[in-house]
């Protein structure tokens, strides 16, 4: 006969005789079970209207225990295999709260909006730190020459930008909200900080960045030498930084 652990047994009896001493009722006989299991289980609150008129706490203790054990026997029969599949996945749990996000790009730089929920109108879309527009793409008009500058610095610029492929119109940076709904729905707060990490990602992968969008960092858009001068450690420590790591 499959027998109750020793905890749940010991919890059993340790109650049981407790009410008796005391002559509570099934509440306490309840409170008192759970109680001495608190540190090995997690009980739901318990709710005694069904078996109130219960004052035989023996034949309690007893009917508990053979229902523990068929629980324990039916668990018994399941393989890890089985038991696996009742059981979240790390993957699907982030998976299922990635989806949740909001993941609109920043329109000049494809930083993604960092806010947690997907639809979180009126609330602009926004991030902590951008990166240099050159990232995405963005380029000075009828050269090869990609943009070097982040678009928080820009924003507080005199600057003016080309909202399409192709459009002669020029939008002021500091009225870019009125190019359209994808620059509309985004706030960018003018800011001369810029986070290392995306410097320091941008000189070590220039080639590849120069060799997608072919084009290249120079004229306008080269590379600072201070720039250059950041480890990937620097970078890395940065991030901590930001995210208070």
């Known amino acids: 006969m499959l027998k109750t652990s020793k905890p749940l047994s010991q919890a059993l009896y340790d109650a049981t005789e407790k009410v008796k001493k005391q ?12 109680s001495f299991l608190k540190d090995q289980l997690t009980f739901n609150n318990f709710c005694c209207q069904n078996f109130s008129d219960i004052n035989n706490f023996d034949f309690l203790k007893e009917e508990t225990e053979k229902g523990l054990v068929s629980v324990i026997k039916e668990v018994s029969k399941l393989s890890l295999d089985k038991m696996k599949k009742f059981r979240m996945k790390p993957d699907q749990i982030l998976i299922d709260q990635l989806c949740n996000c909001c993941w609109v790009t920043c329109p000049f ?8 929920i997907a639809d979180h109108s009126p609330d602009k879309h926004n991030v902590p730190f951008h990166r240099p527009s050159g ?3 963005w380029y000075y008009k009828d050269t090869v020459e990609l943009d070097i500058h982040f678009c928080t610095t820009l924003v507080a610029s005199d600057e003016r930008f080309r909202p399409h492929h192709g459009s002669d119109e020029r939008i002021p940076y500091k009225e870019y909200q009125t190019a359209g709904e994808e620059y509309a729905t985004w706030q960018i707060t003018p800011d001369e900080s810029k986070l290392i990490y995306w410097k320091w990602f941008v000189c070590r992968f220039q080639k590849q ?5 072919t084009l290249k960092f120079q004229g306008r858009g080269e590379i600072p030498n201070e720039w250059r001068t950041y480890s990937k450690q620097e ?5 901590d930084e930001m995210y208070n790591l």
């Open 23 to 34: 002559s509570g009722d099934p509440d306490m006989w309840l409170k008192e079970f759970s």
């Open 109 to 116: 730089c494809a930083a993604v909006c960092t806010n947690t």
């Open 135 to 137: 990232i995405k793409g």
């Open 209 to 213: 960045l120069e060799g997608h969008y």
């Open 235 to 239: 970078a890395i420590e940065s991030l």
